[in-house]
């Protein structure tokens, strides 16, 4: 079920694939046009105008959503980039970051951390952070590194030409103040799981699965999540 209307896909079958989702997972689903960028969105009740309106998708470009309204599924969409899920169970708001290997080098997810506390007032030492299904160290090969990665990432290197930006995101995502315990990972690659998952790497010509994050309504049984205090490294 593809979620992307930049792909080439028939527009009635995406929205026909987008419905079924929310009808799935229900809330607000808030999309946003990726780029490959640094701009993020703060999804409000103003910005998002007819509350009626189910699927929505936020008219400026962002690669980083973040919200604190009850409801609302912040979506990105991926295939083989990360999607990286970012939540302070205490202040009560979440983020969903469009990680590519342009957003690693740009340290996407350290700025969004940052906007999370400028924003909100969140502390990173309670938030909690997962990084999706996404493409491995086993696959991530990039032969011209030398011109694309900054040295500051090599480090990360493995073998000739392969980078492992799951420990970079880790590393980034410590650095800006979470606690290693905090930060969980599917380790899941894409390429590697074709049946499971879009790849662009696997078949260039592809389409997106999401990945979505939101707070439930006050009142609302659902899953909930935990921080405990942070202990050590
Ligand atoms: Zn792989």
Known sequence: MNLSSGVGDDPDGVNANRAALQRLVGGI???SRQN????????TREILGDPAAPIQTMPQTADALI???PGVRLLIQTADCQAVI???PQKRVVANVHNGWRGSVANIIGRT???MVAAFGCDP???LAAIGPSLGPCCAEFVNYRSEIPEALWPFRMGRHHFDFWRISRHQLIAAGLCAAHVHAAQVCTRCNPHLF???R???RTGRFATLVGLDTPGTAGARVGSGDCVGP
Not at 36 to 43: D, L, Q, R
């Open 198 to 200: 879009f790849s662009y």
């Open 86 to 88: 970012l939540v302070d």
């Open 67 to 69: 919200s604190d309204v």
């Open 29 to 31: 689903h808030v999309y």
């Open 113 to 115: 951390v940052r906007q």
């Open 125 to 127: 030492d309670r938030m």
């Open 36 to 43: 490959h960028g640094t701009a993020m969105t703060v999804v």
């Open 202 to 204: 696997a078949a260039r």
